[in-house]
T-cell receptor
Framework: GAGVSQSPSNKVTEKGKDVELRCDPISGHTALYWYRQSLGQGLEFLIYFQGNSAPDKSGLPSDRFSAERTGGSVSTLTIQRTQQEDSAVYLC??????????FGPGTRLTVL | QKEVEQNSGPLSVPEGAIASLNCTYSDRGSQSFFWYRQYSGKSPELIMS????GDKEDGRFTAQLNKASQYVSLLIRDSQPSDSATYLC????????????FGTGTRLQVTL
């Protein structure tokens, strides 16, 4: 079946602009995660949604970052007033149970 | 101390040999452990999960877990050039629901 999809695949923006990144999880997966991966770095957890529970936002690096998940499916990660240090690949993953996470192709964000 | 540690490599093995990738973690209460493969410019792909002490085999891959030593490893038998990638170890620490903490990965090079 279809895997996790993300859009756009690439996003170039100017410093100070807002961006929205979209994630469409695998159908039926109740959990959705956002990570980011900076060049040569490991994956950094950002936020986690599980069903209708309140999201775990403990990994968001600043209040410029927010995410929502509508109808328990699609999620949008919003970065306001982007900074150059926000440049990274933003990865979304989903899981059916509480363990195995499957990643989408990622969105490469470049802030000029 | 990093929560999940991996040797960055590169680990170079000849084609047909066994590649041994190692990972240590700091949270003794961790229960779930995963190995992801990440090709350059691509997103992580789940290849193995292990939850109990001992070995788990899947084709050419064997995951080994030793909770007493806080150590998890991945063996790749009959290594192929297509196995050349970065291998990420991921751990679900205690009390973090299903958030994963990733190591920075070991780059494997399989030479002809």
């Amino acid at each position: 079946g279809a895997g996790v999809s993300q859009s756009p695949s690439n996003k170039v923006t100017e410093k100070g602009k807002d961006v929205e990144l979209r994630c469409d999880p695998i159908s039926g997966h109740t959990a959705l995660y956002w990570y980011r991966q900076s060049l040569g770095q490991g994956l950094e957890f950002l936020i986690y949604f599980q069903g209708n529970s309140a999201p775990d936002k403990s990994g968001l690096p600043s209040d410029r970052f927010s995410a929502e998940r509508t109808g328990g499916s699609v999620s949008t990660l919003t970065i306001q007033r982007t900074q150059q240090e926000d440049s990274a690949v933003y990865l979304c993953a989903s899981s059916l149970n509480w363990n195995e996470q499957f990643f989408g192709p990622g969105t490469r964000l470049t802030v000029l | 101390q990093k929560e999940v540690e991996q040797n960055s490599g590169p680990l170079s093995v000849p084609e047909g040999a066994i590649a041994s990738l190692n990972c240590t973690y700091s949270d003794r209460g961790s229960q779930s452990f995963f190995w992801y493969r990440q090709y350059s410019g691509k997103s992580p792909e789940l290849i193995m999960s292990i939850y109990s002490n001992g070995d788990k085999e899947d084709g050419r891959f064997t995951a080994q877990l030793n909770k007493a030593s806080q150590y998890v490893s991945l063996l790749i038998r009959d290594s192929q050039p297509s196995d050349s990638a970065t291998y990420l170890c991921a751990v679900n620490p205690t009390g973090t629901a299903s958030k994963l903490t990733f190591g920075t990965g070991t780059r494997l090079q399989v030479t002809l």
